[in-house]
């Protein structure tokens, strides 16, 4: 059997996949998408105590062949999960490619059976699958508008008594729904964005629609880069194109947003440097513009020179919870956010990765995110950054928009 198959998209691939096998599914905006295919869980505690760089392989040029898929919740509040992975099935977007990066280990925990690969090999599946619509699911919030606004204008009172600049404030809802693992197939399929996941294991289940990106590390023979890319800054996508231009127009001249992102570049920045060779940090992007399936938002890049001694802990240690999803300054507002908000964050606003064995790491941030723990159903969470010039009623017309990945129908 070669490692070889013919082509047929991740999503698609794994409406196909047997009930009885977990998926860990890693999107990407790079063109290489990733679906493990023989792994196993390992210990955290064991697994994060190991250097960045530990394996220095040489690169097969495919991408993520071995090495760990994980997810780690938002400081440390629910349990921090991760997968050795000895084979996956890469998926090359743009090609249209498909392989096995190694043969199947048929002794890990979960695998693959040579006999669904070899039936993906014996005809294109491909043409048997259709994309099905999906109505919106609906979603009911844990707090009400009315005191949703109040706590936004508790926290712009706490903004103009100095406590801090700039928070974070989410909105959490139970999703009422079809939250079957096909349904939520179908959901991805039509609404996700470039860093999109989904992790369906027996007591966990987390489908992301992330447009985030959180940490990249490429490897070279002489250093580690490391790179961080956080988004500040949301308007709607409009209804046609001449709106659509408006609006991205309003958001780029806009001084509130651009004051929020360049707040969150600065703390990011001062955690980076915190794993850096000294003096190697620097922002490479204050910040562009990018559009997403439901909105546009403001995106910067900072990168660094990582510490060769860097450990994964340390690396999670250093730079969560992501400045993005907290606000400024972090250890002040991540104190408020524990008491406004009507539940703990667990795996919102954590982090999906890999970490190959050539010391690559590439992460996204779980916004836009359902979780379901030991519920049937989803929960839901959207937020939006609040500054001392936000209106409350905008803010929360922000979060209704950020909804639209889970509401709406197509």
Same mark, same amino acid.
């Given at each position: 059997?070669?490692?070889?198959?013919?082509? @047929?998209?991740?999503?698609?691939?794994?409406?196909?996949?047997?009930?009885?096998?977990?998926?860990?599914?890693?999107?990407? /905006?790079?063109?290489?998408?990733?679906?493990?295919?023989?792994?196993? +869980?390992?210990?955290?505690?064991?697994?994060?105590?190991?250097?960045?760089?530990?394996?220095?392989?040489?690169?097969?040029?495919?991408?993520?062949?071995?090495?760990? #898929?994980?997810?780690?919740?938002?400081? $440390?509040?629910?349990?921090?999960? @991760?997968?050795?992975?000895?084979?996956?099935?890469?998926?090359?977007?743009?090609?249209?490619?498909?392989?096995?990066?190694?043969?199947?280990? /048929?002794? #890990?925990?979960?695998?693959?059976?040579?006999?669904?690969?070899? $039936?993906?090999?014996?005809?294109?599946?491909?043409?048997?699958?259709?994309?099905?619509?999906?109505?919106?699911?609906?979603? +009911?919030? $844990?707090? /009400?508008?009315?005191?949703?606004?109040?706590?936004?204008?508790? =926290? !712009?009172?706490?903004?103009?008594?100095?406590?801090?600049?700039?928070?974070?404030?989410?909105?959490?809802?139970?999703?009422?729904?079809?939250?079957?693992?096909?349904?939520? !197939?179908?959901?991805?399929?039509?609404?996700?964005?470039?860093? /999109?996941?989904?992790?369906?294991?027996?007591? !966990?289940?987390? *489908?992301?629609?992330?447009?985030?990106?959180?940490?990249?590390?490429?490897?070279?023979?002489?250093?580690?880069?490391?790179?961080?890319?956080?988004?500040?800054?949301?308007?709607?996508?409009?209804?046609? =194109?001449?709106?659509?231009?408006?609006?991205?127009?309003?958001?780029?001249?806009?001084?509130?947003?651009?004051?929020?992102?360049?707040?969150?570049?600065?703390? #990011?920045?001062?955690?980076?440097?915190?794993?850096?060779?000294?003096?190697?940090?620097?922002?490479?992007?204050?910040?562009?513009?990018?559009?997403?399936?439901?909105?546009?938002?403001?995106?910067?890049?900072?990168?660094?020179?990582?510490?060769?001694?860097?450990?994964?802990?340390?690396?999670?240690?250093?730079?969560?919870?992501?400045?993005? @999803?907290?606000?400024?300054?972090?250890?002040?507002?991540?104190?408020? @956010?524990?008491?406004?908000? $009507?539940?703990?964050?667990?795996?919102?606003?954590?982090?999906?990765?890999?970490?190959?064995?050539?010391?690559?790491?590439?992460?996204?941030?779980?916004?836009?995110?359902?979780?379901?723990?030991? *519920?049937?159903?989803?929960?839901? *969470?959207?937020?939006?950054?609040?500054?001392?010039?936000?209106?409350?009623?905008?803010? #929360?017309?922000?979060?209704? *928009?950020?909804?639209?990945?889970?509401?709406?129908?197509?």
């Amino acid at each position: 059997m070669t490692n070889k198959l013919p082509y @047929i998209a991740p999503l698609k691939l794994l409406q196909m996949w047997p009930n009885e096998l977990p998926i860990l599914y890693l999107g990407g /905006s790079e063109k290489l998408q990733y679906i493990a295919a023989s792994f196993e +869980e390992v210990d955290w505690h064991k697994t994060k105590s190991q250097p960045i760089k530990q394996h220095q392989t040489q690169s097969t040029g495919q991408g993520f062949a071995q090495g760990y #898929m994980g997810v780690a919740s938002y400081n $440390s509040e629910a349990p921090n999960r @991760i997968f050795r992975v000895d084979s996956a099935l890469a998926f090359d977007m743009e090609a249209k490619k498909l392989w096995l990066t190694r043969p199947l280990n /048929s002794q #890990m925990q979960f695998s693959l059976s040579k006999s669904f690969l070899e $039936s993906l090999q014996a005809d294109n599946p491909e043409i048997n699958l259709l994309e099905i619509e999906t109505d919106g699911w609906k979603l +009911e919030p $844990s707090i /009400s508008d009315t005191e949703y606004l109040s706590l936004v204008k508790q =926290c !712009l009172e706490d903004i103009s008594n100095g406590r801090f600049y700039q928070i974070n404030l989410l909105r959490f809802y139970k999703v009422v729904g079809d939250a079957s693992r096909q349904n939520t !197939l179908n959901r991805l399929m039509q609404f996700a964005e470039p860093f /999109s996941a989904y992790f369906d294991l027996p007591d !966990l289940t987390i *489908a992301s629609f992330s447009p985030e990106r959180f940490v990249k590390i490429e490897p070279s023979e002489q250093s580690l880069k490391i790179s961080t890319f956080p988004i500040k800054g949301t308007i709607p996508r409009g209804l046609n =194109c001449h709106e659509d231009n408006l609006n991205i127009n309003t958001l780029q001249t806009s001084k509130k947003d651009h004051a929020e992102l360049h707040m969150i570049v600065d703390l #990011m920045r001062n955690d980076l440097s915190k794993i850096s060779v000294s003096g190697s940090t620097k922002v490479i992007d204050s910040g562009t513009i990018k559009s997403f399936t439901k909105v546009h938002h403001l995106v910067a890049q900072i990168e660094s020179e990582l510490d060769e001694n860097t450990t994964l802990g340390s690396i999670l240690d250093s730079l969560t919870p992501a400045g993005s @999803i907290t606000g400024a300054p972090k250890i002040e507002v991540m104190k408020a @956010i524990k008491s406004y908000e $009507s539940k703990a964050r667990r795996y919102f606003m954590g982090n999906i990765f890999y970490w190959d064995h050539s010391g690559n790491f590439d992460s996204s941030i779980l916004i836009r995110t359902l979780v379901k723990e030991t *519920a049937k159903n989803f929960d839901f *969470a959207a937020g939006s950054g609040i500054v001392i010039n936000s209106d409350p009623e905008n803010e #929360m017309q922000e979060v209704v *928009a950020k909804c639209r990945v889970i509401t709406e129908s197509k």
